[in-house]
């Protein structure tokens, strides 16, 4: 029987998978976003089989609800249609917070299957016009299933991510998912962008070198996103950022001491961690 | 007449300033190393037209020496070589840190001229197997002359600079340049090396997504260079050390104050100074 899927949500990320979505299985792809001009380009540019600006109109005959939405327009979607999704349906969102996310999916009556989701892949960009199918690629697929979540819904986002050519599907908490994307990612945009606060930034126009363009490349964040992502995942990122304050500190005062040979063991120690991390393991094999 | 040029130290940078000045103009290139596996593979490769494991033999004959040793390298040559330089000969290093090299250059009698440099290109990696002639394309070459350097002197390094593929040279003092080094280069790594000292480290192997890999590249790093460079700049990497940690203490502090919209702002103004930074300049157009 065909699978109806609706994706909530136009921007970078719902319009990539959308894009990529289009030919899985038997399904007939639905789109849908507030803004006009979103529509408009994924009409344009053929992004789903239908577009609709009403979700109401399409919510009720979804088999799976994908919301590619902003964390908080995920968790007001949630709150706001409760009651219209169609029993036994699968709703999933696809961002980068999942603690919060899945506190918020509880507003959902029994009959309505919630999943995590977080396919781990995008680009500083946003918005429909830099989307392409491609994005997930060799990209991690995270799920944070519920201890009531039903096996075919799990198997059927597993081929969902094995179609968006994901490398693996990786199943977690939804605690354990937020401690890693505060350390692997959340934290590298806030060293991204206090790095960019210095007085001496300007100065510096042209002599960037490579190792200041691979820390600050992401600086130029989609702040409403970002807000979102960061304040949802508020706790998780705090505990890294004060560990990373401390290790900072720490070179600090090493380097204030003078002491050369502690200065050389400190480095070592740290290179060495760098050099084990980047050893080919299971995962660059793959 | 033709010009005899020596470069002490055939690593990295060594070995990639012989192989793209080998054709400089009408010179003899006399590579020096005290590591004879280096020696080996200079030979093999062609690197230098001659080459030698004893400074001694040809310093004294040299027109030109380019010193490329770790820092503390060239500051222990300078005072071990301060009298067999041939008078009117240009010595100039062309490592990272210069307030530090311009002041051990002042051992040297005032026959001597000693221009620091710095071209401005490198890998994460050491050694003459690295080496690579282009190394320095699209580079800055920065140039920190004494008051008394003669015309002469710096003309010729400006074509040595222009030899190399650099975009341009760029003339400062080693103040001005060691701040600015301190900011671009040395912090990222002191960034990188303390990201990777967090506990969390190997438990997201594989997890790691761009903005990760962007400013933990170069963790790798050489530790006696680095060790050297570090301490030999520690005024300036302090000052640069000391705002970063505020910018990052500002910004957890706001991010646990869970006010929303002061981070947004916060977020907006830094966005917005990264965004100014990429406007194509007279640089990126160059």
Same mark, same amino acid.
């Given at each position: 029987m065909r699978k109806r899927v609706v994706i909530v949500g136009l921007g970078l990320i719902g319009g990539s998978l959308a894009l990529a979505l289009k030919d899985f299985e038997d399904c007939e792809l639905i789109g849908v976003d507030v803004s006009q001009p979103t529509l408009r380009y994924a009409s344009e540019h053929g992004v789903a089989h239908r577009l609709t600006s009403r979700a109401a109109d399409?919510?009720?005959? +979804?088999?799976?609800?994908?919301?590619?939405?902003?964390?908080? %327009?995920?968790?007001?979607?949630?709150?706001? /249609?409760? $009651?219209?999704?169609?029993?036994? +349906?699968?709703?999933?969102?696809?961002?980068?917070?999942? !603690?919060a996310i899945m506190e918020a999916a509880k507003v959902l009556p029994e009959t309505v299957d919630f999943i995590g989701c977080h396919p781990m892949a995008g680009t500083?960009?946003?918005?429909?016009?830099? &989307?392409?199918?491609?994005? #997930?690629?060799?990209?991690?697929?995270?799920?944070?299933?519920?201890?009531?979540? !039903?096996?075919?819904?799990?198997?059927?986002?597993?081929?969902m991510a094995a179609h968006l050519g994901c490398k693996d599907v990786y199943k977690t908490t939804p605690e354990a998912h937020d401690a890693l994307i +505060? /350390?692997?990612?959340?934290?590298?945009?806030?060293? &991204?962008?206090?790095?960019?606060?210095?007085?001496?930034?300007? $100065?510096?126009?042209? #002599?960037? %070198?490579?190792?200041?363009?691979?820390? !600050?490349?992401?600086?130029?964040?989609?702040?409403?996103?970002? !807000?979102?992502l960061f304040s949802l995942n508020a706790a998780a990122l705090l505990k890294v950022l004060d560990r990373l304050l401390?290790?900072?500190?720490? /070179?600090?005062?090493?380097? +204030?001491?003078? =002491?050369?040979?502690?200065?050389? =063991?400190?480095?070592?120690?740290?290179?060495?961690?760098?050099?084990?991390?980047?050893?080919?393991?299971? $995962?660059?094999?793959?």
């Open positions: 399409v919510v009720g005959e +979804a088999d799976v609800v994908l919301l590619a939405l902003h964390p908080q %327009g995920i968790v007001d979607f949630l709150a706001e /249609y409760r $009651d219209r999704f169609k029993p036994g +349906a699968l709703v999933a969102d696809v961002c980068g917070v999942k !603690t500083e960009f946003s918005g429909i016009e830099h &989307a392409f199918g491609e994005m #997930f690629r060799q990209s991690h697929f995270i799920l944070t299933p519920r201890a009531e979540s !039903t096996r075919e819904h799990i198997a059927l986002l597993e081929r +505060a /350390y692997t990612s959340q934290v590298m945009h806030i060293i &991204a962008v206090s790095v960019c606060d210095d007085p001496m930034l300007f $100065d510096c126009k042209g #002599f960037e %070198g490579s190792s200041f363009r691979g820390c !600050t490349r992401v600086a130029a964040l989609d702040v409403g996103l970002w !807000t979102q401390e290790n900072l500190a720490a /070179y600090r005062e090493t380097l +204030a001491s003078g =002491d050369l040979s502690r200065l050389a =063991d400190k480095l070592s120690s740290s290179a060495a961690r760098k050099r084990q991390m980047d050893l080919p393991g299971p $995962d660059l094999l793959g």
